[in-house]
C-alpha cells in the first residue's frame, strides 16, 4: 500500500513505527553536501506556507543513499527527524520533492503528525519532459517559472521550449534584429490589437536557471526551415518567392518556407546556434523539421539549382539536405540535434546523421524506427496522450478519436514498446507531453490542459512498471490526495474523470 500518496509512485515504500510531529516544525531543510537543492525546497515551502526559520529537521546527507547514484534517493521519516539521501544532488533534490508532496498534503489536511517510513525510488527514464509552445501564445517569464516549479514536484526532467513558430519569433539573435522586432508581433484582427512579445537574454537565463535549480535541463526548440512565416516577415529574401509575408495569425501547415537555395538561410541558423550555445547548457538543441511541404522549393530557380549542384533525385531530398546542414552545425557546437519524425523521410541520398534525436508524434511508429536505425528517441505521441492541448473527454463515444485525451492514455504511456530489439529499447531516452496553445492562451486553462495529465505521463515514465495496463485505480486514489496539493499551490487542474 503506497499511503503516502505520491505521484510518481515510488518504487518501494515501507512503513515504520511511530510518527514524526509536524506541531510547531519549520519546515526545513540543512544542506550538508546538497546546500542548493536545501535552498530551494526551503524557498518552495516558504512560497507556500510562509518564511520559517531554518531548522535541522531535514538533513540532507550521502549517508545511505541507493548505490546507483544520479536520481535515485531514499527518504527516511522518523519520530526524531527526517533524512534525504543521495550520492548526487539530483538525486536529494527528487526525495526533497517527495518529502514536499507529504508535507503539502499533511498540512493542506491540518495533520499534526505525518507516519514514519521509508522511501526509495529511482526512474526508469531519464528524459520525463513537458513541451511548452511560446510561439502561438506568448507566455511570460513568471508563468513558466510557476510552471517550472510545479513539474519539479512530479520529478519532470526535461523543459522542451518551443519558441518558434509561423506565429511568432520569440529568440533575440543579435545579428537579425528583425527576427524579435518584426517577427514577435502579429495583427489579431478579431481583437484589433497587436500580441506578442520574446524573451530578452536575461529572461532566458533566469528560466534556464530556475530550471537547473530544480534539476530541469532546458531544450530550446528553432523551428527549420518550415513553421517559418515570422522569419519570413522579418526577412522577405529568406523566402524563395520574396513574399510579401506577414507573421500569421491564422493556424495551419503554410506553404512558404525557408527557401532551401539561399545561403543566407545557413548564415541565419548559424546564427541561431551561436545563441542558443551561448544561453543554454543542455547538449540538445531541437531544429524541429516538421510539415516542411516542397510546394515552393518546386518552383524556386535557386532551389532547383541547389537540387541539381547536390544531385539530388528531386526535390523531395532537400530536406534532409538541411537536417545534415543543421545538424553538423550543432556537432560543431558538441550538441546533439533533436528533429520530429519527419527527418525520418527521404534520407536515402543524406543519410540521417548519427548525431540527430528523433522525437516521435505521429504514434510511435516513428520512434521505433529510429531506435531501430540506431538514433536516441523521444516519445510523445499523440496516439498515447502526450498532446495535451487534446481536450480532455471521460465520454466512453470519443475516446480513440483524434483531439481528444484520457488521462488514462498517459498513464499508460509505453515508451519502449515489448516488439522492440533490446539495442533498439536502450535508445529509448524517455517521453514527453506537449502542450500546443493555437487554442491555449497562457494562465488558468493552459494549467487545465497540463494538469493532472502530466502527472500521469511523469509516472508512467518515472515507473518501470511493465504492466500493459497500470492500475487506473491506484492512480486515481493517490490523485485525489494529490489534487490537494495542486490546489494549495494554485494550480488549476482538469477535474473530471480520469477514463
Ligand atoms: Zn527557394
Known sequence: MNDYAIIPRPASVSRGEGTFSCRGVPWAATGGDFGSEAGVFNAQLAATFGETEASAKIALTREGAPAGGGESFRLEIRTDGIAACALDPAGAFRGLQALRQII?????????????GTIEDAPRFPWRGLMLDCSRNFFSVGFIKKLLDALSLHHVSVFHWHLTDDQGWRLPVAPFPLLTEIGSVRRDTRA????????????????????????????????????????????????????????????????????????????????????????????????????????????????????????????????????????????????????????????????LPENVAVMSWRGSKGGK????????????????????????????????????????????????????????????????????????????????MIFPRICAIAEA???????ADRDIADFAARLKVHRGRLDRLGLNHYRGRLE
Open 104 to 116: 503539502l498534503s499533511a498540512e493542506s489536511e491540518g495533520r499534526l503528525a505525518i507516519p514514519c
Open 192 to 351: 484589433w490589437r497587436d500580441v506578442g512579445g520574446f524573451y530578452s537574454e536575461d529572461d532566458i537565463r533566469e528560466i534556464v536557471a530556475h530550471a537547473a535549480e530544480r534539476h530541469i535541463e532546458v531544450v530550446p526548440e528553432v523551428d527549420l526551415p518550415g513553421h517559418a512565416s515570422a522569419i519570413l516577415a522579418a526577412y522577405p529574401e529568406l523566402g524563395c518567392t520574396g513574399g510579401p509575408y506577414r507573421v500569421e495569425e491564422r493556424f495551419g501547415v503554410f506553404e512558404d518556407v525557408l527557401c532551401a537555395g539561399n545561403d543566407r538561410f545557413l548564415d541565419l541558423a548559424e546564427a541561431i546556434f551561436d545563441v542558443l550555445d551561448r544561453l543554454f547548457p543542455s547538449r540538445y538543441v531541437h531544429i524541429g523539421g516538421d510539415e516542411v511541404p516542397t510546394t515552393r522549393w518546386e518552383a524556386c530557380p535557386k532551389c532547383q539549382r541547389r537540387v541539381a549542384e547536390l544531385g539530388l533525385d528531386g526535390t523531395w531530398q532537400l530536406q534532409s539536405w538541411i537536417t545534415t546542414q543543421l545538424a553538423g552545425m550543432l556537432a560543431r557546437r558538441g550538441k546533439i540535434a533533436v528533429g520530429w519524425d519527419e527527418v525520418l523521410e527521404n534520407t536515402e541520398r543524406f543519410p
Open 369 to 448: 524506427e529510429a531506435a531501430t536505425r540506431g538514433r536516441p528517441v523521444v516519445m510523445s505521441p499523440t496516439t498515447e496522450g502526450c498532446y495535451l492541448d487534446y481536450r480532455h473527454t471521460d465520454d466512453p463515444e470519443e475516446i480513440g478519436r483524434l483531439g481528444v485525451g484520457t488521462v488514462r492514455q498517459g498513464l499508460n504511456l509505453r515508451p519502449v514498446t515489448p516488439d522492440m530489439p533490446p539495442e533498439a529499447a536502450a535508445l529509448v531516452l524517455g517521453g514527453q507531453g506537449n502542450l500546443w496553445t493555437e487554442a491555449v492562451p497562457a494562465g488558468r486553462l493552459a494549467e487545465h
Open 461 to 467: 515514465l518515472w515507473t518501470a512498471d511493465p504492466a
